[in-house]
C-alpha cells in the first residue's frame, strides 16, 4: 500500500510543490511506483528564441519522480538525477511518466519518460532517490 489513499490525497499534498503546481502541473495518475504527470505548454515556458526552456521538462519530469517515490516511500530525496532532451517540445500539452525500475532498502531508481501530444519522445530524465 502507497503512501496516499486517493487520487485527491495526493494532489493536496503534492500541493506543496509549488514551483511545479504554480507553472501548471498538475497530477493525473499515481499507483504503486508510478505516476503520470502533465503541463499544458504557455508562453511563460518559452524560452528567449521561442522554443520552450528545457527546465520546463526537467521539472515535469522531477515532479512525476516525486510523485511515485513518495508514494512508494515517504520521504525520497533525489539523489542523483539526469536528462537527456530528445526532441523540441513544441506547443500542446506534456506528459511524464514515472515508473520505478529498482527498490532498493534505501534506494531506488526511476526512469521518467516526458511525451508531446503525439507521443513522440520529449525527454528521457533517471533519477535514483534517497529513502529518508
Do not use: W
Request: one cysteine or more.
Amino acid at each position: 500500500m502507497g503512501t496516499f489513499s486517493t487520487l485527491e490525497e495526493a494532489r493536496e499534498y503534492f500541493k506543496g510543490d509549488r514551483f511545479a503546481t504554480e507553472n501548471g502541473m498538475v497530477l493525473d495518475e499515481f499507483d504503486e511506483g508510478s505516476a503520470v504527470c502533465s503541463l499544458e505548454i504557455g508562453e511563460r515556458h518559452k524560452n528567449a528564441n521561442g522554443g520552450i526552456m528545457g527546465g520546463v521538462m526537467f521539472t515535469l519530469a522531477d515532479f512525476a519522480f516525486a510523485v511515485a517515490a513518495n508514494n512508494k516511500h515517504m520521504p525520497t530525496v533525489a539523489q542523483q538525477v539526469s536528462i537527456n532532451y530528445l526532441n523540441a517540445a513544441k506547443n500542446g500539452k506534456l506528459t511524464a511518466r514515472a515508473d520505478c525500475v529498482k527498490d532498493g532498502k534505501t534506494t531506488c531508481v526511476y526512469i521518467v519518460d516526458v511525451t508531446d501530444d503525439s507521443g513522440r519522445s520529449i525527454a528521457r530524465f533517471t533519477a535514483t532517490g534517497f529513502k529518508l
